[in-house]
């Protein structure tokens, strides 16, 4: 995709032919053959495999500062992988990595000052302490002035309501509330890039809404670049104006949601359930069938919804009917159908 030049003082990330290479060792257990019968015993033979798995493969993309970008992909396709070079965690196999005129792999203490990282399966919280205790001790640690500290505690505390779990214990956090007191923690230092991973994984609506309402704030107001992953294309689309998918190691796409569409259409499921009564509708393509569920799926960008529910209403016996997104690996299914086609 065409991108204006940038200044490089006005760049927050910059990936350029990254890949990264792991190996894994597996052991395979084999029962023993062999044919010496007067062996009572079975033989366990183990054997060391060695298996090379390409996280990421020749991947490039730039984040200007004040972006918010959303980095998607199914299970495995290497978002955290990407997370954890950018954070310096890992070392790529090739290319390089500059994230705020930094490298992450030499440049990794001054770089964490202007960087907040946040792992959604992880916490920084002392687990056995009030949150406050984590934060005061990230004051000193991080050597943290006064009035900085003051003013990122008393903005988090009110965006991030959590002005009534500050003196909880962390282990008795729920876990929409510990995210909001990890968020709270990462932010005490006024990083200028956040880099999330799989935030919202496990929230339930209401924690889900007040994260990413927060995290637009940030964005729009104190002009953080954010890059956050996740593997719910939903998510992510209420939050960034810019979307990078990539799938198994491979940049399968960078641009605007609705550039996605553009490409895939605007595909959604939906499952329609009658009184076992048959079903057809015109314009949508029947997926399966099990006693009087019926799922459909329809490209919403040639047949609008209120036609589609125009549809719906004339038919009879309708007991119940609920809407999806079709799920990410799809779309990335029809990215790749779309560059295959001549
Ligand atoms: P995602 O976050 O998109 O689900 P990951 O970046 O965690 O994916 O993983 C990408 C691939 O790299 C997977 O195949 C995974 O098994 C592999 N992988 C990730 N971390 C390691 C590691 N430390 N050692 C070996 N393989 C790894
Ligand atoms: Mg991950």
């Known amino acids: 995709m065409f991108q204006a030049a940038t200044a490089p003082e006005d760049i927050a990330v910059k990936v350029e ?66 997370m954890k070079l950018l954070s310096g965690i890992l070392q790529p196999t090739e290319g390089t990595i500059s994230v705020l005129g930094m490298s992450p792999e030499k440049d990794r203490i001054a770089l964490m000052k202007k960087l907040g990282v946040l792992f959604g399966n992880r916490t920084e919280l002392w687990w056995d302490h009030p949150v406050m205790q984590s934060f005061e001790w990230k004051k000193v640690v991080w050597d943290i002035p006064d009035t900085l500290y003051k003013r ?8 991030l309501d959590i002005g009534e779990i500050r003196n909880t214990f962390a282990r008795e956090l729920s876990l929409g509330q510990r995210m909001r007191a990890d968020l709270a923690m990462m932010l005490l230092h006024s990083p200028e890039l956040i880099l999330l991973d799989e935030p919202t994984l496990g929230l339930d609506v209401v924690a889900k809404r007040q994260m990413i309402d927060f995290l637009k704030k940030i964005n729009q107001e104190e002009g953080v670049t954010i890059l956050v992953t996740s593997h719910d294309m939903d998510d992510l689309e209420e939050m ?18 609705d550039g996605l569409r553009d490409i895939t259409g605007n595909l959604t499921h939906f499952i329609v ?70």
Not at 240 to 257: E, H, N, Q, T, V
Request: hydrophobic content about 35%; overall charge positive; some cysteine.
């Open 17 to 82: 032919s990254v890949s990264k290479v792991f190996t894994q060792w597996q052991r395979n257990e084999e029962k023993s053959g062999r044919k010496d019968h007067s062996e009572k015993k079975i033989v366990h033979l183990f054997r060391q495999d060695k298996k090379t798995v390409s996280a990421l493969d020749n991947v490039s993309f730039q984040i200007r500062k004040g972006e918010f970008v959303a980095y998607a992909g199914p299970n495995g396709a290497g978002k955290s992988t990407t």
């Open 152 to 159: 990122n505690l008393d903005m988090v505390t009110e965006l």
């Open 240 to 257: 960034a104006r810019r979307i990078l998918m990539i799938s198994k190691g491979k940049l399968a796409f960078d641009g605007s949601f």
């Open 273 to 342: 359930t009658t009184d076992g009564r048959e079903l057809q509708l015109e314009g949508c393509r029947l997926l399966s069938e099990n006693r009087g569920v019926f799922e459909f799926e329809v490209d919403l960008s040639g047949l609008p919804v209120k036609v589609l529910l125009e549809r719906l209403s004339k038919a009879d016996g309708i007991m119940d009917v609920e809407i999806r997104k079709a799920p990410i690996e799809q779309v990335i299914a029809q990215i790749y159908q779309t560059w295959a086609e001549p």
